[in-house]
């Protein structure tokens, strides 16, 4: 989950896997992928980091990576 901040300061979380486009209208608008459109006081940059860090921190690898014999 991310954290965001609506628009009247009150903060929540979203599953980014939820997410279909994000954009600057100037309000950042999020569209989901149920047709849903929220409006956050988060700009788009910082949205898109929250998304990538939460993508790294899910899919990192734990295992070492191969090295031949």
């Given at each position: 989950?991310?954290?965001?901040?609506?628009?009247?300061g009150?903060?929540?979380?979203?599953?980014?896997?939820?997410?279909?486009?994000?954009?600057?209208?100037?309000?950042?608008?999020?569209?989901?992928?149920?047709?849903e459109?929220?409006?956050?006081?988060?700009?788009?940059?910082?949205?898109i980091?929250?998304?990538?860090?939460?993508?790294?921190?899910?899919?990192?690898?734990?295992?070492?990576?191969?090295?031949?014999?």
């Open positions: 989950m991310i954290e965001l901040t609506r628009l009247n009150s903060v929540y979380f979203l599953n980014p896997d939820w997410m279909l486009t994000v954009e600057a209208t100037p309000d950042t608008v999020i569209r989901l992928k149920d047709g459109v929220l409006m956050v006081k988060d700009s788009v940059p910082t949205v980091e929250r998304f990538t860090a939460y993508y790294q921190a899910l899919h990192q690898p734990t295992l070492k990576p191969y090295t031949s014999p």
